[in-house]
C-alpha cells in the first residue's frame, strides 16, 4: 500500500512516527463520501515479518470497517473507557501507552500495510489484550463507527503537515472534523494532539479553540502528559533544537 513518510526537512521524526503519511502524490476527494483524505496510497516495501504478521493476526485483532457503530464491549470483551487513535504509524508510542494503561481500550487506526503489520506483532509480542485496529480512513471510521458520546480520549500525534501552503486543505485537523470528534466524545472526554510544525500547532489551536463543545485544558499549549513517551526521534530532535506542540483540549459536559 504505502510507505509513511515525513516531509520535515530535519525533522524529529521518520516514517516510524505515528500519524505521519506521504504527500508524494496528491489525494484527491473520496468520489462517494466527498472529504479530501490526508494520505495517499502508493507502492511500498513490507517485511516478510509484517506481512507474516497480517497474514496471521489481522483477523484477530482487527475490526473491519462496516458503516455502523461498533459495540466497544463486544469489540474488547470488556466495559472499559476506549481511546481511539489516529495514524500510529509503526505503533512504538501505541504500544507503550497500551501496555501503561491496562484498564482503558485502545482502537487504532492506520491505513497503511507496514504499519498494521508492525502493530500487530508488537500485539502478539507483548501480549497486549486492550488494543483492536481498524485499516481504514480515520474520517469514515469517525463519521460511521463510532457512536456519538461514546469515547474517552482521541490521540493524534504526529499528523502530517502537508507544509505547503497550498496543501494545507488537506491536512486532518480541520474545523468539521474536529466538530465531529468532539460529537464522538463522552463529556470529559478527552482530545491529545501532538505535532513538531509550529505552523500546524498553531492551527491545530485555532482550530481546536474554535469548536463550541471543547474547552483547552491549558492557556495555549500544553506540556506533554507523562502517558505520551518521547519516542528516539522525538528525542532526536529535541537534541536538535526542533519544538514540538502539545495539546489538550476536553469536552463540555
Not at 120 to 126: A, K, N, P, T, V
Request: aromatic share 8%; net charge neutral.
Amino acid at each position: 500500500m504505502a510507505t509513511i513518510q515525513t516531509m520535515n526537512s530535519t525533522p524529529p521524526h521518520t516514517e516510524n512516527q505515528p500519524g505521519a503519511q506521504s504527500q508524494s502524490e496528491t489525494p484527491q476527494a473520496h468520489p462517494e463520501f466527498g472529504h479530501i483524505r490526508s494520505f495517499v496510497h502508493r507502492r511500498s516495501h513490507i517485511t516478510a515479518r509484517q506481512q507474516d504478521a497480517l497474514d496471521r493476526l489481522l483477523p484477530q485483532w482487527s475490526v473491519p470497517f462496516r458503516a455502523s457503530p461498533i459495540d466497544f464491549e463486544q469489540v474488547f470483551g470488556r466495559d472499559a473507557p476506549t481511546v481511539l487513535e489516529i495514524g500510529f504509524g509503526m505503533g512504538e508510542t501505541t504500544e507503550k501507552i497500551a501496555l501503561a494503561r491496562p484498564e482503558d481500550n485502545f482502537l487504532g487506526v492506520e491505513v497503511f500495510n507496514a504499519g498494521v503489520g508492525a502493530m500487530l506483532q508488537r500485539i502478539e509480542d507483548s501480549q497486549l489484550q486492550n488494543l483492536r485496529i481498524i485499516q481504514h480512513d480515520a474520517v469514515e471510521v469517525v463519521r460511521d463507527m463510532i457512536a456519538p458520546d461514546s469515547l474517552a480520549g482521541v490521540h493524534i500525534y504526529f499528523p502530517d503537515p502537508w507544509p505547503k501552503k497550498r496543501h494545507h486543505k488537506r491536512r486532518l485537523i480541520q474545523p468539521p472534523f474536529v466538530q465531529l470528534l468532539a460529537s464522538r466524545l463522552k463529556p470529559g472526554g478527552y482530545i491529545h494532539c501532538a505535532t513538531d510544525w509550529e505552523h500546524y500547532a498553531h492551527q491545530m489551536l485555532e482550530v481546536l479553540s474554535a469548536e463550541p463543545l471543547l474547552a483547552n485544558t491549558c492557556e495555549g499549549f500544553a506540556p506533554r502528559p507523562a502517558f505520551r513517551p518521547l519516542t528516539k526521534f522525538e528525542n532526536r530532535g529535541l537534541r536538535l533544537g526542533h519544538g514540538v506542540w502539545d495539546l489538550i483540549f476536553t469536552r463540555k459536559p
